[in-house]
């Protein structure tokens, strides 16, 4: 069965330092990754994708994630933190091909950031 | 309005009451869900919905009752709910179901 692994539960970072958020999926065919951010009280809203392609994936805010297909990870990074970057990032996989719409949510890193 | 709007966005209920969430999508999309977000446990999915026909009911107990009369609009119904029934409830949306979902703010149900 599929699954996503999220291994850090909260991550503090200095504003201004760079950032990496880590994801492992587990799935057997080609899956499409997603980056999904929530702030407190809110909604979630997707940073990024990855369907096919260019394993490098530019999203919004700054972020950027790497598919790495032999890893079965699709990492989130950016360069410098911002403050206001601070909030819950989860990693989904869905099934390509699939026809139910199931994507599949890690259990979320929470990011806070240092001033 | 625009993206997908949720109402109530808080809700305080009795474990014998009848109280329904609504969803609404402003985006043309053809494919609506519900996922249950609790403390310390991933996003559950709930329902999917596609052309306003069910394709994924994932093992929700029958206190939980969807409906989705149209494309832009998605219910819950709710009853006879239990105390472990307390989330925050999210509904997205998606043009398709192998495209990225668009989520709503969210309604934070607290059951008494």
């Known amino acids: 069965a599929q699954s996503v692994t999220q291994p850090d539960i909260h991550i503090t970072v200095s504003e201004g330092a760079s950032l990496e958020l880590r994801c492992n999926y587990s799935?057997?065919?080609?899956?499409?990754l997603f980056w999904y951010v929530q702030s407190p009280g809110q909604g979630l809203q997707l940073l990024l994708k990855?369907?096919?392609?260019?394993?490098l994936v530019q999203g919004i805010k700054g972020f950027e994630a790497e598919f790495k297909r032999s890893q079965s990870s699709f990492n989130l990074r950016k360069p410098s933190v911002h403050w206001s970057d601070a909030a819950e990032y989860f990693c989904a996989v869905g099934m390509y091909g699939g026809s139910q719409g199931n994507l599949i949510f890690g259990k979320g890193t929470k990011l806070s950031v240092k001033p | 309005e625009t993206g997908v709007t949720q109402t109530p966005r808080h809700l305080v209920m009795g474990m014998t009451n009848k109280k329904s969430l609504k969803c609404e999508q402003h985006?043309?999309?053809?494919?609506m869900y519900w996922y249950k977000q609790s403390a310390k446990k991933p996003l559950e999915l709930m329902f999917v919905?596609?052309?306003?026909?069910?394709?994924e009911n994932n093992s929700v107990p029958s206190r939980f009752s969807p409906e989705c009369p149209n494309s832009s609009h998605l219910f819950l119904h709710l009853h006879t709910l239990q105390p472990e029934d307390s989330a925050l409830y999210l509904c997205a949306s998606s043009q398709s179901l192998m495209d990225e979902q668009f989520f709503g703010p969210g309604t934070r149900l607290t059951v008494l």
């Open positions: 799935y057997g065919a080609t899956p499409y």
């Open positions: 985006l043309g999309h053809n494919a």
């Open positions: 990855y369907f096919s392609g260019d394993t």
């Open positions: 919905y596609n052309f306003k026909e069910q394709t």
